[in-house]
């Protein structure tokens, strides 16, 4: 009789174990992963202040942003200045691809046209920005600071990891806010090869996220050709955390404590 009262005790413990790992399983966390090296998800604005139409030099990009704390809303705060939004394309050869760089494998450049200017078909006009004396639309962008913004979610900003992280731009590459925090990355305007950047893992959040990258885009002389782009690089990874063990578990111990029953009602 004892064999026999055990058995339905051995196997339900095999039963709960079983059903442990079968949950488990079918819960394991995947990475995902966010990739900045597509131009379609980005979205552009162009952010310009009563100032800039009399810019002569780049010390007064650096002035301008000492003078407003480098925040993505001083580019918009100054009396006077305009802004206009338009959707970032993939800027291809023959101009201005050279004098940039050859668009790579991993990614594109992108613009607010094909050709980096501001009358390129497959994006709204710019509009509501100054336009300085000789300026020439079919090679050119107004001088102004553009944004190109990613907006993502993250199931867990917890493991997050990044890699691959590189930029380059014309012209400089101000800034880049990840959730309105400047992450105190620059670049100097070489769009001859990249810069590596970085971006601090305590200002991701679950949820939510938005990644901006500003350029700086000079035209300080009349008739000078001035394009402008971006070209971004890196991914960002995050593993889920699986969050169903104790689920599991609790899911298992009704399996044994049917066959406890079981064994009480044999031996009484």
């Not at 404590?257 to 079981?262: D, V």
Request: charged share 10%; no cysteine.
């Amino acid at each position: 009789m004892a064999r026999k009262r055990s058995r339905p005790f051995a196997l339900a413990v095999a039963l709960a174990s079983a059903a442990m790992a079968l949950v488990l399983s079918s819960n394991t966390a995947t990475a995902q992963v966010v990739s900045l090296n597509t131009p379609g998800p980005y979205a552009g604005e162009a952010y310009q202040t009563a100032t800039i139409a009399g810019w002569t030099s780049n010390a007064q990009v650096t002035a301008f942003m000492a003078a407003n704390g480098g925040t993505l809303a001083s580019f918009t705060a100054a009396a006077g200045g305009g802004s206009s939004a338009f959707a970032p394309v993939t800027v291809t050869p023959p101009f201005p691809i050279p004098p940039w760089m050859a668009n790579g494998p991993n990614s594109s450049w992108v613009g607010p046209s094909p050709n980096g200017a501001a009358d390129g078909a497959g994006t709204p006009p710019l509009s509501g920005l100054i336009f300085n004396p000789g300026f020439v639309s079919a090679t050119s962008s107004p001088q102004a600071f553009y944004g190109y913004t990613i907006n993502f979610n993250l199931l867990s900003a917890a493991s997050v990891s990044t890699s691959g992280l590189q930029w380059t731009s014309d012209n400089q590459g101000v800034a880049i806010y990840l959730n309105g925090k400047n992450e105190g990355d620059t670049s100097n305007g070489d769009f001859t090869t990249f810069t590596p950047f970085t971006l601090n893992k305590a200002d991701f959040v679950t949820g939510a996220n938005t990644l901006t990258f500003v350029v700086f885009n000079e035209q300080f002389q009349p008739l000078h050709l001035s394009p402008t782009g971006i070209r971004i690089e890196g991914t960002i990874t995050t593993i889920p955390e699986p969050g169903t063990m104790a689920l599991a578990a609790v899911g298992a111990l009704p399996v044994l404590g049917i066959a406890l029953a079981r064994r009480r009602r044999r031996v009484s």
